[in-house]
């Protein structure tokens, strides 16, 4: 049972352009999303997290949209660049006491 | 402040082996967590540690084993590898088991053969 529903799988953007990547969770108890980056031959790193009490969040170029009704976050990337082609996973936890769910993540292009 | 550490970066092990692979935390950060990726089925948690003590335990088999240590520092090992257990092991560490924020190492990349 899948429990974070990450789409799409690849994205190709145009520099400059801005991806959107959407998650779909099940569990109401989450209370703490989180947005990981990861390059080839790197650990995940942690890009922008978001609790339920509010609905965006903004970090540099990089927004989380947080719609509690419908149980979906998406994270959204301003002036796209190549260097940030790489595979983005979305996750979740409760509680704090309880490990990240991830969702299958998304092999991001942004070509010149 | 350096990074979570994790060693050896890359091992290649034959089928029926043992191995052990090594974390150390941030400085100061106190719970460990281990998860695992493949191509397949992405990033599962394995298991978690704060105070030397196993907290939460994922769906696998007994033969991935872990520990912490009084400084902090985890290993776990996994007995009887097969060809299947071939992945990234990554070590994810947080200040203590309410923070959410988990900071991954680089991990160690695992081939079994």
């Known amino acids: 049972q899948q429990q974070v529903k990450q789409s799409p799988q690849s994205l190709i953007v145009q520099k400059g352009g801005i991806p959107i990547i959407n998650c779909a969770y099940e569990n109401t108890a989450f209370d703490y999303f989180p947005w990981y980056q990861q390059f080839p031959g790197k650990g995940p790193a942690l890009l922008i997290a978001?609790?339920?009490?509010?609905s965006e969040k903004k970090e540099g170029r990089f927004t989380i949209s947080f719609n509690k009704s419908a149980k979906q976050f998406s994270l959204h990337i301003m002036d796209s660049q190549p260097g940030d082609s790489a595979t983005y996973f979305c996750a979740a936890s409760r509680g704090g006491n309880t490990p990240l769910v991830f969702g299958k993540g998304t092999r991001l292009s942004v070509i010149a | 402040k350096a990074g979570v550490t994790q060693t050896p970066r890359y091992l290649i092990k034959t089928r029926g082996q043992q191995v052990t692979l090594s974390c150390s935390p941030i400085?100061?950060?106190?719970?460990v967590s281990w998860y695992q990726q493949t191509p397949g089925q992405g990033l599962q948690f394995l298991f978690e540690y704060f105070s030397e003590t196993q907290r939460n335990k994922g769906n696998f088999p007994g033969r991935f084993s872990g520990r912490q240590f009084s400084n902090s520092r985890s290993e776990m090992n996994v007995s009887t590898l097969e060809l299947g257990d071939s992945a990234l092991y990554l070590c994810a560490s947080s200040l203590g088991p309410r923070t959410h924020e988990q900071y991954f190492g680089p991990g160690t990349r695992l081939t079994v053969t």
């Open positions: 400085s100061g950060h106190r719970s």
């Open positions: 978001i609790r339920p009490d509010v």
